[in-house]
């Protein structure tokens, strides 16, 4: 992958809808070359192309199961040496139960962790060694879950992402580089309420905001850009809640 000009880079896995499709837009806009992950080449590609057709950025996408090793190593190997500024771990997702009894229950954690642990870690170890220093950016994306419970093992998936950005935090500050959590609350029109989420169910999770709304990708990708920019700089190692309120100050 040539350097395009000196264009700063950004890495986005889960990068073809919601908060992942977002923040690859709000980056581009703000002159990022990106590289869109997703397991999904078509909705990858789709909305790849909206990005390029509104910014003129130039935009690569990878078709990748990053909760194997082979799925991050083929995207680091597709960067072919170019520096990351900006690396947002967006991949995730909640994993149902399917059957009742010990295996289904294991069955369960161990995908969720797989979906919502691995795909951050094997990414960020694979991409490293090309993590600009000084000056890149790891973004873990959370979810409110992780703080007040209520999703089984997803919850507890997304705070084991709290816990690694300190150690990960730690390990790139002397190099200049920094880490930290987003911690989304309900954001409305993504795909991880796809098929689940009732009027009923909405009307609930805007009146425990106290701002009176729905999040929406935007809010997050934002959020993300601002950690990215030179105003984020001296931030690190911390979870940023992005919830409105639903949550105080933990």
Not at 81 to 86: E, I, M, N, T, Y
Not at 192 to 197: A, K, L, Q, S, V
Not at 225 to 246: F, P
Request: proline share 4%; charged share 15%.
């Amino acid at each position: 992958m040539s350097d395009h000009g000196n264009r700063p880079l950004a890495v986005i896995s889960g990068a073809g809808t919601g908060i992942g499709a977002a923040t690859a837009l709000a980056l581009a806009e703000r002159g990022y070359d990106i590289v869109a992950i997703g397991r999904r080449a078509d909705v990858l590609e789709h909305a790849a192309e909206g990005v390029r057709a509104a910014t003129g950025a130039v935009v690569t996408t990878i078709a990748a199961d990053l909760s194997a090793p082979a799925g991050a190593e083929r995207v680091a190997a597709a960067l072919a040496g170019r520096a990351v500024d900006v690396l947002v771990n967006n991949a995730g997702g909640y994993v149902g139960r399917d059957g009742d009894g010990l295996t289904a229950v294991a069955d369960q954690w161990r995908a969720t962790f797989e979906t919502n642990v691995l795909t951050a870690v094997l990414l960020t170890e694979a991409l490293l060694p090309l993590l600009r220093r000084p000056g890149g950016r790891v973004v873990l994306l959370s979810s409110i879950a992780a703080q007040r419970g209520g999703g089984g093992p997803y919850s507890a998936a997304k705070a084991a992402l709290h816990g690694w950005v300190m150690d990960l935090a730690a390990q790139l500050g002397p190099d200049g580089a920094t880490a930290n959590v987003i911690s989304p609350g309900y954001i409305a029109g993504t795909e991880f309420f796809d098929g689940r989420m009732t009027p009923q169910g909405h009307a609930s999770r805007v009146a425990q905001t106290l701002v009176g709304r729905a999040g929406r990708p935007q809010d997050i990708a934002d959020a993300v850009c601002w950690l990215a920019g030179a105003s984020g700089g001296y931030v690190t190692g911390q979870i940023i809640n992005v919830n409105g309120g639903s949550v105080l100050g933990r």
